[in-house]
């Protein structure tokens, strides 16, 4: 049984198959990557889909802003800290490096200094030590701390009921499945929650990955619009992603996918070796799709 699948690299997964003889597999993701959306329209494996909320949750707002909005926002979460609520900031880097974009540490340096500076603020990033991470999580969940200016380190396991609001900065630079795995750590409880986007991206392809983020909560949703801009990878090799060499069908037209899928196994039922005189058309094709011997029928 794998949990977070989406964090596991081809090879993990194909590693964690090979144990033992022939194990049954199990995995789980609340936003499957494009590659695990590719297998399962492939037929490779079966689909349960959990689409209810747990009791007690309550949906995220989620508004995408510009860097120009930060003052805004600052009050808006100085407003929820007063009613004894919590928030999370997100950052893409631990350290100020090469490029532009905020970091955990100097960021949150500079919100105990500035605009929070009566107000106690904590960090959290994956180069602390494991004691110093645990403690730091502990104090965020008995509320000693109102903000945690975090890394993606926050991205799973992280269950703080009275955290209502995220913050990620630089939010061009996560991917779709990522930014709705971090916004999971909102909404954890009865009250409205939000997540905030900061981006002064212009580039269309992020501004339409952005808006996707603003538009739903179901994972599935964001997962089939990360199919769709990235593509689903190789079937055979090790991409996780990429676009697929495909002359009219889309990979993210689910419904129509599922129905070629069946159709599929009932061809297989029907003659698994592709013998039937029927079939020859079809046989044809599929050798001539897979030359070097990749398909073993």
């Avoid at 100085?78 to 960021?107: D, M, R, T």
């Avoid at 630079?173 to 212009?202: A, E, T």
């Avoid at 070796?273 to 079809?282: G, I, T």
Wanted: hydrophobic residues 40%.
């Amino acid at each position: 049984i794998t949990d977070e699948q989406h964090r596991f690299g081809v090879k993990q997964r194909a590693a964690l198959t090979q144990k033992g003889q022939n194990p049954h597999l199990l995995v789980m993701s609340a936003t499957p990557i494009p590659r695990t959306l590719g297998l399962i329209i492939f037929g490779e494996l079966d689909i349960s889909i959990i689409d209810e909320m747990p009791p007690g949750r309550t949906p995220v707002k989620t508004v995408l802003i510009g860097a120009d909005k930060h003052a805004r926002a600052y009050n808006f979460i100085k407003e929820n800290i007063n009613k004894g609520q919590q928030c999370f900031v997100v950052c893409p880097l631990v350290n100020e490096g090469a490029i532009e974009a905020q970091a955990a540490e100097s960021y949150a340096a500079e919100l105990m200094l500035q605009e929070f500076a009566d107000i106690p603020v904590g960090v959290l990033h994956g180069k602390m030590k494991p004691k110093q991470k645990a403690e730091v999580m502990e104090q965020f969940a008995k509320n000693e701390l109102s903000i945690l200016v975090a890394t993606t380190v926050i991205e799973v396991g992280i269950d703080v009921p009275n955290a209502t609001i995220m913050l990620i900065e630089n939010a061009e630079r996560f991917g779709l499945s990522q930014l709705h795995q971090l916004r999971g750590r909102v909404g954890r409880g009865s009250k409205k929650s939000w997540c905030i986007l900061v981006s002064d991206s212009q580039n269309e392809n992020t501004l339409q990955r952005l808006a996707a983020m603003c538009k739903t909560n179901d994972g599935f949703k964001i997962a089939d619009e990360d199919l769709k801009q990235r593509g689903p990878g190789d079937f055979f090799g090790n991409k996780q992603h990429g676009l697929p060499q495909l002359k009219i069908a889309e990979f993210s037209d689910s419904a129509t996918v599922e129905l070629s899928s069946q159709a599929a196994n009932e061809i297989i039922e029907h003659s698994p070796d592709l013998s039937a005189p029927e079939l020859k058309y079809l046989l044809g094709s599929i050798k001539r799709l897979f030359p070097k011997g990749n398909l073993t029928l």
